[in-house]
């Protein structure tokens, strides 16, 4: 089964006081449909650098990244945009929803914005909630949800256009154990129904737990960890 998303020999450069700083050295991953793979390492290795380049908000300083064998290199800023609405979906620590809106609302955010008919937008927006177990609030503002409630609601907000890939970093960082395990069930239930390949930066060692892979991010290069390691 071919990969839906790949990162090949991805390099990536800052200038800190005028010296470079290499974050990223030679990283190559692989994640198949359906696959979840966590992301882990000490704070400031590059993880969500790494994320970002992989979500078409950064550009590498060499090496690329391709979805569906399309390699993000070979597209202009607009092209970008428009495979992030397509084939990306995003999960962050703080759920940015927008609080003027419900939960409906923001989930049939996405559809919208991709010109979607409204009242298939809403089905899609009201099937997808259920399946995240907000089923009964989905009339509700932000304010109103507890925030295991606004991090399921992140989440089916990233699926609802049925991305190819989701991006999450640090996705359960803010909530306690009960609501982090409600959303992981989101999160992986999400993964397998849809064949979506996702990518977790995670601290949280029973979500790393949890996936197909987890992968260590340490001096810039990832590599994969066995059962017997212990997580950082």
């Excluded at 129904?193 to 001096?219: F, G, I, S, Y």
Aim: net charge negative; hydrophobic share 40%.
């Amino acid at each position: 089964m071919s990969a839906v998303i790949e990162a090949r020999g991805v390099k990536k450069v800052y200038m800190s006081g005028g010296s470079p700083l290499e974050v990223l050295s030679n990283v190559n991953l692989d994640v198949h449909p359906g696959e979840v793979v966590a992301v882990v390492g000490a704070s400031g290795t590059g993880k969500s650098t790494l994320l970002h380049i992989l979500g078409a908000l950064d550009q590498p300083t060499a090496g690329e990244v391709l979805v569906d064998g399309e390699s993000y290199s070979n597209l202009s800023g607009d092209q970008r945009d428009g495979l992030r609405n397509r084939k990306l979906g995003f999960v962050f620590q703080f759920h940015h929803l927008l609080r003027e809106f419900s939960a409906l609302e923001n989930v049939m955010m996405p559809l919208l914005i991709a010109g979607a008919d409204p009242d298939q937008a809403r089905s899609r927006a009201e099937k997808i909630l259920a399946d995240v177990g907000l089923a009964g609030r989905m009339t509700h503002r932000p304010a109103a949800l507890s925030g295991g409630e606004q991090q399921r609601c992140a989440v089916a907000r990233a699926m609802v256009h049925d991305p190819r890939v989701v991006l999450a970093d640090e996705p359960s960082g803010n909530l306690d154990n009960f609501n982090s395990e409600r959303l992981h069930d989101a999160l992986f239930g999400m993964a397998r129904a849809l064949e979506t390949a996702m990518v977790l930066v995670t601290h949280n060692p029973q979500l790393a737990q949890r996936c197909d892979k987890v992968l260590l991010l340490e001096n810039g290069r990832l590599r994969e960890l066995n059962s017997a390691e212990v997580l950082p």
